[in-house]
């Protein structure tokens, strides 16, 4: 079963629509309604990438990196988003820490109200 701040592995698309390759997602919330859809947003090792006060760098030194099943410092990059159903996910790495993924969902919804 999927939750929000779990990090599962999907097939994210290329901004063009072609197939993207398999990688780390970070799931952000459930939609509502009866289908089992949730918003994903990608993760990347591609450090250099980021957007400050935006995207969230998770670091191999900080505490809650061993719990999410990643094998080096990754990206999360909020802004490349995804909705999906849960059963083309691919399973599950690990997680991230609660304070971490409130800071991730603050960040998205500032910039979705043009607060930044």
Do not use: H, Y
């Given at each position: 079963?999927?939750?929000?701040?779990?990090?599962?592995?999907?097939?994210?698309?290329?901004?063009?629509?072609?197939?993207?390759?398999?990688?780390?997602?970070?799931?952000?919330?459930?939609?509502?309604?009866?289908?089992?859809?949730?918003?994903?947003?990608?993760?990347?090792?591609?450090l250099h990438q980021a957007i400050p006060t935006l995207d969230e760098v998770i670091y191999l030194e900080e505490s809650d990196f061993n719990q999410s099943g990643l094998k080096q410092s990754s990206l999360i990059r909020v802004t490349r988003l995804a909705v999906v159903s849960e059963e083309i996910l691919l399973g599950t790495l690990g997680d991230i820490d609660v304070n971490r993924l409130i800071k991730i969902k603050t960040n998205l919804a500032k910039w979705l109200q043009n607060s930044f």
């Open positions: 079963m999927i939750s929000e701040g779990q990090i599962v592995l999907f097939r994210f698309p290329q901004t063009d629509q072609d197939e993207g390759k398999l990688r780390p997602a970070l799931v952000l919330r459930k939609l509502p309604g009866k289908f089992d859809d949730w918003l994903i947003c990608m993760i990347s090792s591609q």
